[in-house]
């Protein structure tokens, strides 16, 4: 056998094996890759579920506490509209008792301004309007009664409708010259504010300035 003769070595069945044993290694890692993503996604799942389910829980509860608010947010309303009704029964009852009370009031207030020497004959109301006739001694009367009437709170727009002059003959045949007249004014209700008070019937405003007095004859 020569010396430069090398033996004959078959290479076929290691590089069989090692790619054998790669694509075992690839496959491995595939099915490990593949069972990990299954895994996520059912533990993603899971999550899911549980984050829908808790949604789901919120929401019912929600909706619970909605319909709650809802049915006491409709018993607020009922109680609003009974507060407005006893409020609207309310103001009724007052406004009769003042009405009932206005004529009272007018009459007593009239005897307080009435001036001596003026007597009142007639009093006329057309709604919130009166109407006032009666005699005077003089003129300076009638001006002091309107100044009087001007200074009541809860009397408004008051002024002389006509002033004149009559002869009268008393129980003992006298003729005395005496001044027919009239005056009408407005009846204000007594919470208006005067002054930044509110006013009460029967108290009187400070007295007005001075009122010239009605020549003699109509007005």
Known sequence: M???T???VNLLPYHEARKAARRKK???MLAGAAVAGAAVVLLGGYYI???VASVLA???VLSTENAKLDG???EVNNLKKDIDAL???QKAVESLQTERNRPVQLLEELVRQVPEGVYLTSLKQTGEAFTIAGVAQSNERISELLRNLSGVAWLDKAELVESKAVTMTNNLREQRRLFDFSMRFVYRAPAAAVDGKKAV???SAPAAAPVPAPAAGKA
Do not use: F, K
Request: hydrophobic share 30%; charged share 15%; glycine share 8%.
């Open 49 to 51: 579920d549980g984050r």
């Open 72 to 74: 006491q947010i409709r």
């Open 6 to 8: 090398l033996p004959s």
């Open 87 to 89: 409020l609207q029964r």
């Open 26 to 28: 690839v496959y491995t």
């Open 58 to 60: 919120l929401n019912q």
């Open 2 to 4: 020569s010396m430069n």
């Open 201 to 203: 019937p029967g108290a």
